[in-house]
Structure formats: structure tokens, C-alpha cells
């Protein structure tokens, strides 16, 4: 069941695989910076298993749902620009919005709770290696072809999050 979890919503999946993307693309080479590289997806992941195991503790967050979709906006326009913030703030930043996906995640989440929250945090890994394999695979593409690759994966992952905010704005109005 904590394998899966991941995989059932768009949301989660988007962010995930967005960070693998963005922690590619916002490093300049990869084979000289492991640690850069992988960072963010560590971060996210760590930070995903605490907000799990405080959301399957009861802990609830304010304005959950208004930041998972605030997170992929923001992925998503870092993927499209490439944009390269310093290590400690991109990784901060991805945390942050870890800690909101884990909460929404262990709330979710029922049975055995090691079993998943591993199962959780694997999948999460795995969908964290796809983003980076296909930042990867864009690298291998001409430079323009790169660009625009870039461009339209990043504006559709924001255009789906300012698509899930828009519930969340019209109720504040």
C-alpha cells in the first residue's frame, strides 16, 4: 500500500518526478557535483518520511492542499527557467514542500506503518531517479530541442498546480 501511494495521485507525482528534474537540470554537471545533484531528492525524501510519520500521528497542517499545489506552481516554473538557487535554498525549499506532502501522505496512509511508510519513501526514491534520468535524457537532446523540452514539461507541471490553487484562491476570495 506505501508503494502505491505515491503512484495515486497526479499531485504527488508530479512533485516527485519534478525534483528529480529540476535537480538535474539546475546543475550544471552532474558527474562533478554527486552531492548537488542529489541533495534535493534526499531532502525530499527524508523530510516526506518525518511529515508521514507525523501525519499518521495525527499532526495537521494548515492549508495542506493549497501547498502541495503551490509546490508543483514553483517546481514547475524551476524546471522551465532551469533556474539554479544555491544549494542550501533550493534543498530548503524542496523540504518545505516535502513536509506538506508527507503530512497529506500519512494522514492517507493506513496498516502497517513500517512497512508503509517504507513501501512510501522507496517509490518516492524511485520516482525522484525517474525525473533525474529523464533531466538526464533532455541533456542528451539538441540545445534548442533541450530548451523548449524543458520549457513545456516545467509550464505544464505549474499549469496543473496554479489548476489545483484555483479552488483554494476562490475560497479566499
Do not use: Y
Not at 557535483?33 to 495525527?58: D, E, N, Q, Y
Not at 524546471?79 to 539554479?84: G, L, M, N
Request: positive net charge.
Amino acid at each position: 500500500q506505501g508503494f502505491s501511494h505515491p503512484l495515486t495521485g497526479l499531485d504527488h507525482l508530479a512533485a516527485m518526478v519534478s525534483v528529480g528534474l529540476w535537480s538535474v537540470m539546475s546543475t550544471s554537471t552532474p558527474n562533478t557535483h554527486t552531492w548537488r545533484l542529489a541533495s534535493k531528492p534526499l531532502a525530499f525524501a527524508l523530510t516526506l518520511l518525518i511529515g508521514a510519520v507525523a501525519g499518521m500521528a495525527g499532526l495537521s497542517l494548515p492549508g495542506v492542499e493549497p501547498m502541495i499545489a503551490a509546490s508543483l506552481l514553483v517546481l514547475g516554473l524551476l524546471v522551465a527557467s532551469r533556474a539554479a538557487l544555491p544549494a542550501t535554498v533550493g534543498t530548503g525549499l524542496v523540504a518545505a514542500f516535502a513536509a506538506f506532502h508527507g503530512v497529506a501522505h500519512g494522514q492517507e496512509l493506513s496498516g502497517h506503518a513500517l512497512a508503509a511508510l517504507s513501501g512510501m519513501v522507496l517509490c518516492t526514491g524511485l520516482l525522484h531517479a525517474a525525473g533525474m534520468l529523464g533531466g538526464l535524457a533532455l541533456r542528451a537532446l539538441p540545445q534548442l530541442n533541450q530548451r523548449w523540452a524543458e520549457r513545456l514539461t516545467g509550464a505544464g507541471v505549474a499549469l496543473f498546480g496554479a489548476t489545483l490553487m484555483a479552488p483554494a484562491i476562490a475560497a479566499a476570495l
